[in-house]
C-alpha cells in the first residue's frame, strides 16, 4: 500500500486543523494506522493510533495530544483523519501516517528510526502553528 497526507497548512495558537491519510491499493480495516510528527531538530514521535475491528474501534493517544487530538477514518476505511484541537506552538512540525498489519503490531509501534520495513510510511505534510 502507499499512504498520501495532506491538510498541513499554518494555523493559529489556539485553532484547529484537520489532517488527511489517503491509503491507496488497501483500507484500514486489517491495518494499525498511526499519525507520526517530527519536531524542527525533534525524533520522529508517534502522537495517535487506531485500529478497527468489527466489533470496536481502539484509540490511543501520547500525553502531549491527548484530550486535544482525535483520530478517525471515513466509513469506506480509506481515508484517516487527524483532528487537532487547542494547537500550541510545540505542535508544529511535519506529521506523517503510518500503517502496519494487524497481525505483526504487538501494541507498541517499531522505533521511527530502525527504518522497520514492517511499517509503510507517507511522505509527510506540514503544520505550522503561528501566534
Known amino acids: 500500500v502507499q499512504l498520501v497526507e495532506y491538510g498541513g497548512d499554518v494555523a493559529h495558537v489556539g485553532g484547529s486543523l484537520r489532517l488527511s491519510c489517503t491509503v491507496l491499493?488497501?483500507?484500514?480495516?486489517?491495518?494499525?494506522a498511526g499519525w507520526f510528527r517530527q519536531g524542527p531538530g525533534k525524533e520522529r514521535e508517534g502522537i495517535a493510533t487506531i485500529t478497527e475491528s468489527t466489533d470496536h474501534t481502539f484509540h490511543a493517544y501520547s500525553n502531549a495530544v491527548k484530550d486535544r487530538f482525535h483520530v478517525s477514518t471515513d466509513d469506506a476505511k480509506i481515508t484517516m483523519y487527524l483532528h487537532m484541537t487547542k494547537l500550541k506552538p510545540e505542535d508544529a512540525g511535519l506529521y506523517f501516517c503510518?500503517?502496519?498489519?494487524?497481525?505483526?503490531?504487538?501494541?507498541?509501534?517499531?522505533?521511527?528510526?530502525?527504518?522497520?520495513?514492517?511499517?509503510?510510511w507517507g511522505k509527510g505534510t506540514q503544520v505550522t502553528v503561528a501566534q
Open positions: 491499493g488497501g483500507t484500514f480495516e486489517t491495518l494499525v
Open positions: 503510518a500503517v502496519m498489519d494487524q497481525n505483526d503490531f504487538n501494541g507498541q509501534w517499531p522505533d521511527p528510526s530502525s527504518s522497520s520495513d514492517l511499517v509503510v
